[in-house]
């Protein structure tokens, strides 16, 4: 089973970076913001297709990395997702701060923090900590 990732941030050359390290591990999906980002997490599961992976950029236009993150947590509420079971999901930001990352980890209920500029070997790394397969994906 391949993984399933959606990277949710709102500048480019990040989310085309991040894309390119995943994709050769995971199915890769993009959304620029987090009202976008929702509304691809929303569509997955009822598509029954849901991510194993959200990156979520927490500084961003329309609807930031902590208001979808909240939401993301509802969704799985309502569709009785149990905790265990819950998308994983690794903060990317360029951001070191405290009451952000509380934030992310308390209320959000994130897994894991990065710091930009996100390396290749700490993203991988991160994945893998998190219980999250890294398997060569065959070529589309």
Same mark, same amino acid.
């Given at each position: 089973?391949?993984?399933?990732? %959606?990277?949710?941030?709102?500048?480019?050359?990040?989310?085309? #970076?991040?894309?390119?390290?995943?994709?050769?591990?995971?199915?890769?999906?993009?959304?620029?913001?987090?009202?976008?980002?929702?509304?691809? +997490?929303?569509?997955? %599961? &009822?598509?029954?297709? /849901?991510?194993?992976?959200?990156? %979520?950029?927490?500084?961003?236009?329309?609807?930031?990395?902590?208001?979808?993150? &909240? =939401?993301?947590?509802?969704?799985?509420? =309502?569709?009785?997702?149990? /905790?265990?079971?819950? #998308?994983? #999901?690794?903060?990317?930001?360029?951001?070191?701060?405290?009451?952000?990352?509380?934030?992310? +980890?308390?209320?959000?209920?994130?897994?894991?923090?990065?710091?930009?500029? #996100?390396?290749?070997?700490?993203?991988?790394?991160?994945?893998?900590?998190?219980?999250? /397969?890294?398997?060569? &994906?065959?070529?589309?």
């Amino acid at each position: 089973m391949r993984m399933k990732c %959606l990277i949710i941030e709102d500048d480019f050359d990040s989310r085309r #970076v991040m894309q390119k390290m995943l994709h050769p591990y995971a199915y890769v999906d993009v959304a620029t913001d987090g009202e976008e980002g929702v509304a691809a +997490f929303l569509g997955a %599961l &009822r598509d029954n297709e /849901p991510y194993d992976l959200i990156t %979520l950029d927490l500084i961003m236009p329309n609807s930031d990395g902590q208001q979808a993150l &909240r =939401e993301i947590r509802e969704i799985e509420k =309502e569709f009785d997702i149990p /905790p265990e079971k819950a #998308v994983k #999901v690794i903060i990317v930001s360029g951001l070191d701060d405290s009451k952000e990352l509380h934030d992310a +980890f308390f209320l959000g209920s994130a897994v894991s923090y990065i710091i930009k500029p #996100v390396r290749r070997q700490t993203l991988l790394d991160e994945v893998l900590s998190l219980g999250l /397969p890294l398997e060569k &994906r065959p070529e589309d």
